[in-house]
């Protein structure tokens, strides 16, 4: 091996492994990032924020990161340092007393709202070069597409197709819902996620139709049993991304001057490894531009009616999303009546989790996971702190 081993790999530049790497070099170590930057991104650094509704949401969204931080005082620090970090402090950090909460809206519909700080596609842009600027000031960062991750007596060796990129004492792999595959390969066993959630989303051609949904907040949630809407992007556009040998349509934040809006409906379905090849084999039997097409449509949607999401999804779920499409309208929280698409599939929280319990240890020695590989908490800010803990327990578990 040529390369000079260093304390700690960080595998992938998401905010995750941006922030990773940031507490490792600023506690005294020796930190290499490696990422090749998702193929959209024109080989910048951060991962999908670039490519998302660009909403950090606080408690109680991520609070699935709570037990990790070890209590809400620590998480809560953890957040502010984030925040810090990417100098979105200025744009005022809702602390625990503040937590919002859960308000009836019917005797079954709740709705969930939470404090987010929402970005603009330039204020992205340039949140993304400060810290890029800064994670390269204080790490070696490489591009490169790691294909193999191999454990010694000393470390981690980590390659590209031509052979070792860097060697480390530590790995964390930061490598987001693309990592998966990967860890597997180097023998990591994923652990039970929290299941899949799958849907629609639905993009409002005048964002009017849905401004009563954005009244609750730039990211409110109403929950009816298993049924939820997601990530609610106003003013937004759909951005499709692939995942294994289909493409998902993903919500984007947009400029002001986008007429359209976007959110998801997601149900959360048993058995995620049936539920998964069930969609994936019925999508794959069709041409994609067939479920891509999405025409314009008005009226409240009967998913019961597309034989593309009974197939992909089965009746019950037909049913469930229909219900809650229609709650929407009865509360008066969307207009139907308006023109509108139906993008589909929506499939979330469908990679592997490798976390460990309410660590980001793996099963594997001197492995840890941050971000959305960890799977305890979905989101940007949650990243980026997920990215924090990850490190402080490696810094902690390497000094033993
Ligand atoms: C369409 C969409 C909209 C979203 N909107 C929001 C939102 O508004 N608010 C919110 O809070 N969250 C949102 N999210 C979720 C959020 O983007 C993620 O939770 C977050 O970006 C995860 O960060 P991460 O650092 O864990 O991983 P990522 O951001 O996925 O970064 C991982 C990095 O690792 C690299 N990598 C992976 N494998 C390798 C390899 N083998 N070798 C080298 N590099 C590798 C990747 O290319 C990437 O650069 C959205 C997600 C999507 C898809």
Redesign the pocket.
């Known amino acids: 091996m040529s390369e000079k081993a260093v304390d700690y790999i960080v595998?992938?530049?998401?905010?995750?492994?941006?922030n990773a790497a940031q507490v490792l070099a600023e506690a005294g170590k020796s930190v290499t990032v490696?990422?090749?930057?998702?193929p959209q991104?024109n080989g910048a650094?951060?991962?999908?924020?670039r490519?998302?509704?660009?909403?950090?949401?606080l408690l109680p969204?991520g609070q699935g990161l709570i037990p990790v931080a070890g209590g809400l005082d620590k998480l809560d620090q953890q957040i502010g340092l984030a925040l810090s970090f990417c100098e979105l402090s200025a744009r005022g950090v809702t602390r625990s007393a503040d937590l919002h909460g859960d308000e009836r809206l019917s005797s079954e519909a709740t709705i969930r709202t939470y404090e987010?700080i929402v970005l603009s596609p330039r204020e992205i842009e340039h949140l993304i070069e400060t810290i890029s600027k800064k994670i390269r000031k204080l790490a070696r960062v490489l591009d490169?597409?790691?294909?193999d991750l191999k454990h010694t007596r000393t470390g981690w060796v980590v390659s590209?197709r031509l052979g070792s990129v860097a060697t480390g004492r530590v790995l964390i792999a930061?490598?987001?819902?693309?990592?998966g595959s990967?860890l597997k390969v180097a023998g990591v066993s994923p652990q039970e996620g929290k299941g899949l959630d799958v849907g629609v989303r639905l993009e409002f051609l005048d964002r009017r139709a849905v401004q009563k949904l954005r009244a609750r907040g730039p990211?409110a949630k109403v929950l009816l049993g298993d049924t939820r809407t997601f990530?609610l992007?106003h003013p937004g556009t759909i951005?499709r991304?692939p995942f294994q040998e289909i493409s998902?349509p993903?919500?984007?934040?947009a400029d002001e001057g986008e007429p359209h809006a976007n959110f998801g409906i997601l149900t959360r379905v048993k058995g995620k490894a049936a539920a998964l090849n069930r969609a994936l084999n019925s999508l794959k039997a069709v041409p994609q531009a067939e479920y891509e097409q999405a025409p314009i449509v008005m009226g409240i949607p009967s998913f019961f009616e597309l034989p593309i999401i009974r197939s992909a999804y089965g009746d019950p779920v037909a049913q469930r999303l229909t219900v809650f499409a229609e709650t929407l309208g009865a509360l008066g929280l969307v207009d139907w009546s308006k023109e509108h698409r139906i993008h589909f599939p929506l499939l979330d929280w469908h990679w592997d989790v490798f976390a460990i319990g309410d660590t980001h240890r793996t099963d594997h020695p001197d492995l840890f996971v941050?971000?959305?590989?960890?799977g305890h908490a979905?989101?940007?800010?949650?990243?980026?702190v997920?990215?924090r803990l990850a490190a402080l327990e490696a810094l902690d578990y390497a000094s033993v």
Do not use: H, P
């Not at 941050?370 to 960890?374: E, H, I, L, N, Q």
């Open positions: 595998l992938g530049a998401g905010l995750a492994g941006i490696i990422d090749e930057s998702l991104a650094l951060g991962g999908f924020t490519f998302s509704g660009a909403k950090f949401s969204a987010s490169a597409k790691i294909v590209d930061a490598g987001g819902r693309a990592a990967l990211d990530c992007n951005f991304y998902i993903g919500g984007i934040v941050a971000g959305d590989a960890a979905r989101g940007l800010l949650q990243a980026a997920s990215g």
